[in-house]
C-alpha cells in the first residue's frame, strides 16, 4: 500500500513529471515562458502534448478534455479520446500540440450577456500552463482559458490571470522604492475554507427542493437545531470519516494540500481546509474540491449540499477567502513582523488593502452577490452585508498613532497561560479573530468571510486583486514623483488612514447598532442581489478594468447582465418548484389527513358530544385554504415576472416574489407541524439533519 507522499500528485502532470518526461531543452523552454511569459512555440507544444499523453494513457486515461469555467460558476468539460484511426480496422494513440493549445466549444450556449448572439457559435479554449493538468475519471483534463470569436472572455478564469499580473506590475513598482532583497515577482496567495452539509441519498432524492435548487423551499424547524452548541468539532461519526477518509484520498491524488476537516455549528454540516497556494491554482483547486466532495458523497450513500442555506433557522455554509501577497522569494508582504510600527513596507500595503476596500465595497459586495447567498449575510451567522475591515487593537493603535503623528505604545508581550503547572504557556496572537467581520486581517492575511459555499472564488480573487493593485498604482506615482522618500511615505500612509479609517471596524457585526453606525459612517448596505449588481459598471468601476486591462466595458456589461438573470433564473425555478410541491404534494396530504380525521369514528363521536367544531380540523381547514390562496398568488406573480426584461424581473424577485414564497412557507410549515406524520409526504429536519 502506498504512502501519502507516494501516492500525493500522483494524478497531476507536475513540474517533477515534467521534469522526468520533457528533454531539457523543452522543459527549460516551457519553464522561460511560464516564468517570463511570452508564447509558447508548437514545436514544444508537439513534445509536451505527446508526453502528457504517455503519462496519461499510462496511469489509464483514455480521453482528454479543455477542462474551462465558463459564467455558470461550475466547471465544463468536453471528451475527446486519444484514438486516430491508422487503417481500417486498428487505431493509433496521438494527442498534438495544436490539440493540446486550443479547443472549441460552442460559445453561444454559455451564459455570455449578450457577447455572443445564438447563431455566433464559435469559440475557444485555451491551455493555462501555469495550472498544471491532471487526470479524473480516466480522462486527461487540461486547465484552460475560455473566450469568444472576438477574444472576449467567457470564463472566470481569464479576468484572474490577468488581475495576477496586474497585482505584480504594481506590487513590484512598490517593492522597488525599499532596499533590495532579491525580490522579482509578488502574486496573492489563497487559502479557500469549503463549508458543505451532508445529507442522506435516499431522503434527498425524495425532496424535489432539494434535488432542483439546492435547499430546503418548506420545512418546519426541528424540535432541536445547533442551539445545544455541541455538534462544533465534535466526533465524526463511522460513516462520515470513511467519507472524509476517501475526499482527502481523492484530492491528495490531485495535488489538492486538504489539511483540516472538522464538524461545523449546524447539525450535518461540515469543513474542508487546504494549505495555502497561489490564487489562480486554488481557485481550481476549489472548484475541484466541491466536485470531489459532491462524488465521493454519491459513493458513501450521502448527498453533499453545498448551497448557501439548505435548512430554514440552521446555519449556512460559506467559504473564507484568505488572501495574502507573497514575493517570489518565500516573503509574506502582508507579515507585520515583531515591531509592525517600523516595518515601513508592511505599513504602506496594509494601507493600501485598507484604501481599496473602503473605495470599492460595491466591487467587493457583488463579488459575492447570489440569490443563495442572500439567505445567509447578516444572519448572525455570516458577516452583514456592510462591507469593513477588522484589524485589531495593535494595528489600529498604530494607525491611529500615524494619523496623529504619535509615538506608539505597544503593551508589553506576553504569554498566554491557564492556571495549569502541567500545560506550557504559549505567545499570544496579536490580534482576536472577529468571526462577524466580513474582511478580517488575521496576523499575516486578509480573510474575505461573506463568500457563499457554492461560489466560485475566481471573481472575489480578481476583484480584490485588481483594487489593491490600483491602490499601489496610485501609491506608487505619488512617491515615484516625490524627492524625500520618508516625508512623503509618512504623508501618504497618514492622509490615506484619515480618508479612510470608516471602513475599520474590530467590534460586533451582528448588532443592530452597527448597521446604524456603518450608515453613519457612509458606508453601503447592499442587502439583496440586485442592490449589488449595479456596481459592476459604475463610471468608476469601468475605469478601473478597463485601466488595468482586465475587462472591456463590454466584457463588463456582460457580467451585469448575466448577474441579473442567474438571479431571476434561481428564483423562479425555486418559486414554480415550490407551487408544484404544494399543489402535487401538501395541499392534497393535507386535505386527505381531514379526511381521515372525520371519518375515524373516535374522532366523530368527540366532534358530536361537543357540538361544536373540532379545533384540530378547523386549522388545518383555515391553514390549508389559506396554503392554496397564497400558491395561488405565487402563481399569478410568476407570470407577470416572465413577462418582464432581466433587470426588471431580478427587481420583481427581491419585491415579489420572494416575500409571496415566505407567506407559501409559513402556511406549509404551519401545516407541517399539526399533519400527521405518516400523511406528510417530505422527510422532515429531523430525518435530514439527524440520520447521518
Given at each position: 500500500?502506498?504512502?501519502?507522499?507516494?501516492?500525493?500528485?500522483?494524478?497531476?502532470?507536475?513540474?517533477?513529471?515534467?521534469?522526468?518526461?520533457?528533454?531539457?531543452?523543452?522543459?527549460?523552454?516551457?519553464?522561460?515562458?511560464?516564468?517570463?511569459?511570452?508564447?509558447?512555440?508548437?514545436?514544444?507544444?508537439?513534445?509536451?502534448?505527446?508526453?502528457?499523453?504517455?503519462?496519461?494513457?499510462?496511469?489509464?486515461?483514455?480521453?482528454?478534455?479543455?477542462?474551462?469555467?465558463?459564467?455558470?460558476?461550475?466547471?465544463?468539460?468536453?471528451?475527446?479520446?486519444?484514438?486516430?484511426?491508422?487503417?481500417?480496422?486498428?487505431?493509433?494513440?496521438?494527442?498534438?500540440?495544436?490539440?493540446?493549445?486550443?479547443?472549441?466549444?460552442?460559445?453561444?450556449?454559455?451564459?455570455?450577456?449578450?457577447?455572443?448572439?445564438?447563431?455566433?457559435?464559435?469559440?475557444?479554449?485555451?491551455?493555462?500552463?501555469?495550472?498544471?493538468?491532471?487526470?479524473?475519471?480516466?480522462?486527461?483534463?487540461?486547465?484552460?482559458?475560455?473566450?469568444?470569436?472576438?477574444?472576449?472572455?467567457?470564463?472566470?478564469?481569464?479576468?484572474?490571470?490577468?488581475?495576477?499580473?496586474?497585482?505584480n506590475k504594481q506590487a513590484m513598482?512598490?517593492?522597488?522604492?525599499?532596499?533590495?532583497?532579491?525580490?522579482?515577482?509578488?502574486?496573492?496567495?489563497?487559502?479557500?475554507?469549503?463549508?458543505?452539509?451532508?445529507?442522506?441519498?435516499?431522503?434527498?432524492?425524495?425532496?424535489?427542493?432539494?434535488?432542483?435548487?439546492?435547499r430546503t423551499l418548506l420545512g418546519?424547524?426541528?424540535?432541536?437545531?445547533?442551539?445545544?452548541?455541541?455538534?462544533?468539532?465534535?466526533?465524526?461519526?463511522?460513516?462520515?470519516?470513511?467519507?472524509?477518509?476517501?475526499?482527502?484520498?481523492?484530492?491528495?491524488?490531485?495535488?489538492?494540500?486538504?489539511?483540516?476537516?472538522?464538524?461545523?455549528?449546524?447539525?450535518?454540516?461540515?469543513?474542508?481546509?487546504?494549505?495555502?497556494?497561489?490564487?489562480?491554482?486554488?481557485?481550481?483547486?476549489n472548484q475541484l474540491t466541491m466536485?470531489?466532495?459532491?462524488?465521493?458523497?454519491?459513493?458513501?450513500?450521502?448527498?453533499?449540499?453545498?448551497?448557501?442555506?439548505?435548512?430554514?433557522?440552521?446555519?449556512?455554509?460559506?467559504?473564507?477567502?484568505?488572501?495574502?501577497?507573497?514575493?517570489?522569494?518565500?516573503?509574506?508582504?502582508?507579515?507585520?513582523?515583531?515591531?509592525?510600527?517600523?516595518?515601513?513596507?508592511?505599513?504602506?500595503?496594509?494601507?493600501?488593502?485598507?484604501?481599496?476596500?473602503?473605495?470599492?465595497?460595491?466591487?467587493?459586495?457583488?463579488?459575492?452577490?447570489?440569490?443563495?447567498?442572500?439567505?445567509?449575510?447578516?444572519?448572525?451567522?455570516?458577516?452583514?452585508?456592510?462591507?469593513?475591515?477588522?484589524?485589531?487593537?495593535?494595528?489600529?493603535?498604530?494607525?491611529?498613532?500615524?494619523?496623529?503623528?504619535?509615538?506608539?505604545?505597544?503593551?508589553?508581550?506576553?504569554?498566554?497561560?491557564?492556571?495549569?503547572?502541567?500545560?506550557?504557556?504559549?505567545?499570544?496572537?496579536?490580534?482576536?479573530?472577529?468571526?462577524?467581520?466580513?474582511?478580517?486581517?488575521?496576523?499575516?492575511?486578509?480573510?474575505?468571510?461573506?463568500?457563499?459555499?457554492?461560489?466560485?472564488?475566481?471573481?472575489?480573487?480578481?476583484?480584490?486583486?485588481?483594487?489593491?493593485?490600483?491602490?499601489?498604482?496610485?501609491?506608487?506615482?505619488?512617491?515615484?514623483?516625490?524627492?524625500?522618500?520618508?516625508?512623503?511615505?509618512?504623508?501618504?500612509?497618514?492622509?490615506?488612514?484619515?480618508?479612510?479609517?470608516?471602513?475599520?471596524?474590530?467590534?460586533?457585526?451582528?448588532?443592530?447598532?452597527?448597521?446604524?453606525?456603518?450608515?453613519?459612517?457612509?458606508?453601503?448596505?447592499?442587502?439583496?442581489?440586485?442592490?449589488?449588481?449595479?456596481?459592476?459598471?459604475?463610471?468608476?468601476?469601468?475605469?478601473?478594468?478597463?485601466?488595468?486591462?482586465?475587462?472591456?466595458?463590454?466584457?463588463?456589461?456582460?457580467?451585469?447582465?448575466?448577474?441579473?438573470?442567474?438571479?431571476?433564473?434561481?428564483?423562479?425555478?425555486?418559486?414554480?418548484?415550490?407551487?408544484?410541491?404544494?399543489?402535487?404534494?401538501?395541499?392534497?396530504?393535507?386535505?386527505?389527513?381531514?379526511?381521515?380525521?372525520?371519518?375515524?369514528?373516535?374522532?366523530?363521536?368527540?366532534?358530536?358530544?361537543?357540538?361544536?367544531?373540532?379545533?384540530?380540523?378547523?386549522?388545518?381547514?383555515?391553514?390549508?385554504?389559506?396554503?392554496?390562496?397564497?400558491?395561488?398568488?405565487?402563481?399569478?406573480?410568476?407570470?407577470?415576472?416572465?413577462?418582464?426584461?432581466?433587470?426588471?424581473?431580478?427587481?420583481?424577485?427581491?419585491?415579489?416574489?420572494?416575500?409571496?414564497?415566505?407567506?407559501?412557507?409559513?402556511?406549509?410549515?404551519?401545516?407541517?407541524?399539526?399533519?400527521?406524520?405518516?400523511?406528510?409526504?417530505?422527510?422532515?429536519?429531523?430525518?435530514?439533519?439527524?440520520?447521518?
Open positions: 500500500m502506498k504512502t501519502i507522499p507516494e501516492y500525493f500528485g500522483s494524478h497531476v502532470f507536475n513540474d517533477e513529471v515534467m521534469q522526468k518526461r520533457l528533454p531539457k531543452d523543452i522543459y527549460k523552454r516551457l519553464k522561460a515562458v511560464l516564468e517570463e511569459g511570452g508564447s509558447l512555440d508548437l514545436s514544444v507544444a508537439n513534445v509536451v502534448a505527446n508526453a502528457m499523453k504517455d503519462w496519461a494513457v499510462g496511469l489509464g486515461a483514455t480521453h482528454y478534455t479543455h477542462w474551462f469555467q465558463p459564467m455558470t460558476g461550475v466547471t465544463a468539460e468536453k471528451h475527446e479520446s486519444f484514438i486516430n484511426p491508422k487503417d481500417h480496422s486498428h487505431v493509433i494513440l496521438e494527442f498534438s500540440g495544436k490539440e493540446l493549445i486550443k479547443g472549441e466549444p460552442d460559445a453561444s450556449s454559455f451564459p455570455n450577456g449578450g457577447l455572443r448572439a445564438t447563431f455566433e457559435a464559435r469559440g475557444y479554449t485555451t491551455w493555462d500552463p501555469t495550472s498544471f493538468a491532471f487526470i479524473k475519471d480516466q480522462t486527461l483534463c487540461i486547465p484552460t482559458a475560455f473566450c469568444s470569436y472576438d477574444g472576449s472572455a467567457l470564463d472566470k478564469k481569464t479576468p484572474l490571470l490577468r488581475s495576477m499580473e496586474v497585482i513598482r512598490i517593492i522597488k522604492l525599499f532596499p533590495d532583497e532579491g525580490i522579482t515577482h509578488v502574486t496573492t496567495t489563497v487559502g479557500v475554507e469549503q463549508e458543505y452539509f451532508l445529507v442522506d441519498k435516499k431522503l434527498y432524492e425524495k425532496r424535489p427542493d432539494l434535488v432542483l435548487t439546492g418546519a424547524k426541528p424540535t432541536r437545531g445547533q442551539e445545544m452548541e455541541d455538534h462544533y468539532f465534535g466526533m465524526i461519526s463511522p460513516r462520515v470519516s470513511a467519507f472524509m477518509k476517501e475526499v482527502d484520498e481523492e484530492l491528495w491524488k490531485l495535488g489538492i494540500f486538504a489539511k483540516t476537516e472538522h464538524k461545523e455549528v449546524a447539525p450535518a454540516q461540515f469543513e474542508l481546509a487546504p494549505v495555502f497556494t497561489t490564487t489562480n491554482i486554488a481557485a481550481d483547486h466536485e470531489v466532495l459532491q462524488k465521493v458523497a454519491d459513493r458513501h450513500g450521502f448527498a453533499c449540499l453545498l448551497h448557501e442555506k439548505p435548512f430554514e433557522g440552521i446555519n449556512g455554509s460559506g467559504k473564507h477567502n484568505n488572501w495574502s501577497l507573497t514575493t517570489n522569494n518565500g516573503i509574506n508582504l502582508l507579515e507585520p513582523g515583531k515591531t509592525p510600527q517600523k516595518n515601513a513596507r508592511f505599513l504602506l500595503m496594509l494601507t493600501a488593502v485598507i484604501k481599496a476596500v473602503d473605495e470599492y465595497q460595491g466591487l467587493l459586495r457583488v463579488s459575492v452577490a447570489s440569490a443563495g447567498n442572500d439567505h445567509r449575510l447578516g444572519a448572525n451567522e455570516a458577516p452583514p452585508a456592510v462591507i469593513s475591515i477588522f484589524l485589531g487593537d495593535e494595528l489600529t493603535g498604530i494607525l491611529k498613532a500615524i494619523e496623529n503623528d504619535a509615538d506608539y505604545q505597544k503593551d508589553c508581550e506576553h504569554s498566554m497561560t491557564i492556571g495549569v503547572d502541567a500545560i506550557p504557556q504559549f505567545p499570544k496572537d496579536a490580534t482576536d479573530r472577529n468571526r462577524t467581520s466580513p474582511f478580517a486581517f488575521t496576523g499575516n492575511k486578509f480573510e474575505f468571510r461573506m463568500l457563499g459555499s457554492s461560489l466560485s472564488v475566481s471573481c472575489p480573487n480578481y476583484i480584490l486583486n485588481t483594487i489593491v493593485a490600483e491602490a499601489f498604482r496610485q501609491f506608487a506615482d505619488y512617491l515615484e514623483a516625490g524627492h524625500d522618500f520618508e516625508h512623503d511615505l509618512h504623508q501618504l500612509l497618514k492622509d490615506t488612514i484619515k480618508k479612510h479609517k470608516r471602513i475599520i471596524f474590530n467590534g460586533n457585526g451582528y448588532t443592530d447598532e452597527w448597521i446604524a453606525e456603518a450608515k453613519e459612517r457612509g458606508l453601503l448596505n447592499l442587502a439583496a442581489t440586485p442592490d449589488a449588481i449595479p456596481y459592476y459598471i459604475t463610471d468608476q468601476n469601468i475605469a478601473l478594468f478597463t485601466r488595468h486591462g482586465i475587462f472591456s466595458e463590454a466584457e463588463l456589461k456582460a457580467r451585469d447582465a448575466i448577474q441579473y438573470e442567474t438571479y431571476s433564473k434561481l428564483i423562479h425555478i425555486e418559486a414554480a418548484t415550490m407551487i408544484r410541491m404544494v399543489m402535487q404534494e401538501i395541499h392534497p396530504a393535507v386535505s386527505e389527513y381531514e379526511q381521515a380525521l372525520l371519518q375515524n369514528e373516535v374522532f366523530k363521536a368527540k366532534i358530536y358530544q361537543s357540538h361544536q367544531k373540532n379545533q384540530l380540523l378547523q386549522e388545518l381547514s383555515e391553514l390549508n385554504e389559506k396554503l392554496y390562496s397564497n400558491t395561488e398568488a405565487l402563481k399569478n406573480s410568476l407570470r407577470q415576472m416572465e413577462q418582464a426584461d432581466t433587470k426588471t424581473a431580478a427587481l420583481f424577485c427581491r419585491d415579489h416574489i420572494i416575500p409571496q414564497m415566505n407567506k407559501v412557507r409559513e402556511c406549509a410549515d404551519s401545516l407541517e407541524e399539526i399533519t400527521a406524520k405518516k400523511y406528510w409526504p417530505y422527510p422532515d429536519y429531523t430525518d435530514l439533519l439527524y440520520h447521518l
